[in-house]
């Protein structure tokens, strides 16, 4: 079955830097390849998705890319702010099945 | 729009108690179902899914069960709770044939 890795676990960056979570993952059939973002005490919520139909995608101060061939995709956040601080989930899935599989989450400082 | 209601907030419940949380979404048909545990500082862990009314699936085995009995209604039950169903319960729903899913505020339970 699918198996996604997400890097690194943890991750502090300066106000204003950039900052980048990767994740691999194992099915080559995996065609859907969601990022959430989850602040304490709260249930995830979807910040940006990509399709393996397209490379990259970008949505103000995130992008997320995917390289099929390596199958790993990343989350890029520039200019970061306080407010980003969050753990951040990568997943993947099939699109015709109903269950995304999950990598184990990354915690974002954001130093002021 | 959708939106998903998931309650209690917190609970705090002694060993050997029973539980019931339950979970609704509103303004879709036919969704998906999700329950999730989520352990401190971890990633998710999947525990039932449903695709219909009475249709469960279990992803492991516990000490947990859910139910489906209407469209829109999913209930993660116990009756008898252990120390180690401490965590953080999350309910999900997604449109059928798509993978994006979103959480509801998720359940903070404590056995004591």
């Known amino acids: 079955g699918e198996n996604v890795e997400q890097h690194p676990s943890t991750l502090s960056v300066q106000e204003g830097d950039s900052a980048v979570i990767k994740c691999t993952y194992s099915d080559s059939a995996s065609n859907y390849f969601p990022w959430y973002k989850q602040e304490l005490g709260k249930g995830p919520q979807l910040i940006i998705d990509i399709r393996s139909n397209v490379g990259e995608k970008k949505d103000q101060r995130i992008a997320v890319t995917l390289n099929k061939t390596a199958k790993h995709f990343s989350l890029h956040i520039t200019e970061t702010q306080p407010e980003d601080s969050a753990v951040y989930f990568c997943?993947?899935?099939?699109?015709?099945?109903?269950?995304?599989?999950w990598g184990a989450g990354t915690k974002l400082i954001i130093k002021p | 729009s959708q939106t998903i209601h998931q309650w209690p907030a917190t609970l705090v419940q002694p060993v050997g108690s029973p539980l019931s949380l339950e979970c609704t979404v509103e303004?879709?048909?036919?969704?998906?179902l999700y329950w999730y545990r989520q352990a401190a500082g971890r990633g998710l862990q999947l525990l039932f899914y449903?695709?219909?009314?009475?249709?469960i699936s279990s992803e492991v085995p516990q000490n947990l069960s859910a139910s489906r009995p209407q469209d829109r209604q999913f209930i993660l039950s116990s009756k008898k709770l252990l120390l180690s169903d401490s965590g953080f319960y999350l309910c999900a729903w997604s449109v059928v044939g798509i993978t994006e899913a979103f959480f509801g505020q998720g359940t903070r339970l404590t056995v004591v």
């Open positions: 997943a993947a899935s099939i699109n015709s099945n109903y269950q995304l599989i």
């Open positions: 449903s695709v219909g009314i009475g249709q």
């Open positions: 303004g879709t048909s036919n969704p998906n």
